[in-house]
């Protein structure tokens, strides 16, 4: 039996970084949605708070998509 080490380290490169990334993005969202209870404290704009809770959708979104592609690869 014969491993390709070339190919075992690349797949596990790339789970690396796609796990880092994801876990990023996702904790960027986490941080989105608690900064609105201090935008809102500190008097700041509606705007503010609008902002960092559609940042925080766009990344659970895009977490919700990277896990979404990695399903549809083991399933087809």
């Known amino acids: 039996?014969?491993?390709?080490?070339?190919?075992?380290?690349?797949?596990?490169?790339?789970?690396?970084?796609?796990?880092?990334?994801?876990?990023?993005?996702?904790?960027?969202?986490?941080?989105?949605?608690?900064?609105q209870p201090e935008a809102a404290a500190q008097g700041g704009s509606g705007g503010s708070r609008v902002l960092a809770r559609a940042g925080a959708y766009v990344c659970f979104v895009l977490c919700a998509a990277a896990v979404a592609y990695g399903i549809y690869l083991i399933v087809a």
Do not use: P
Not at 8 to 34: M, Q
């Open 1 to 35: 039996m014969k491993i390709d080490w070339a190919a075992l380290g690349s797949v596990f490169g790339v789970s690396l970084v796609v796990t880092v990334a994801l876990v990023g993005v996702f904790t960027l969202g986490i941080v989105g949605l608690a900064k």
